[in-house]
């Protein structure tokens, strides 16, 4: 279950057992366009962006059965100071601090788009253009 958890809790590379399956957290989500429409409210990308509850993704590393109510069991957190808070502080806030953005592209875990991010903004000194993404 992932009761009470938010972006401070976890960490990118996480590992837990959940059901008999085995997942590992690879990156936050990044809201895009699809919520303005949702809720019909044209900043709603850049609303929940800006909050900093965006929520994760998980990979399968091992599959298996997951039934409502089974617990997320944490086996291993290879990056403890890379919570998501962080890495959303960095990616959103202060996106072309280099020495974050060189350690972050390095994390055990962290999803190849999101190691490719952080390497075009270290090679470019400049953040991406985020309209595409949260207004379409």
Sequence with gaps: MLDGLTEADVCIGDRFDLG???????????????LNLRFDLPDM??????SGRTGWYLRVLVPGRVAAGDR???TARPNPGWDLARVQHLLYRDATDRAALAEFARLAGLSNSWQVLAR????SGAVEDWTPRLSG
């Design 20 to 34: 008999t399956a085995q997942v590992e957290l690879s990156q936050a989500r990044q809201p895009c366009w699809k």
């Design 45 to 50: 990308a850049r609303q929940v962006q800006d």
């Design 72 to 74: 997320m069991v944490l």
């Design 120 to 123: 075009r903004r270290l090679d």
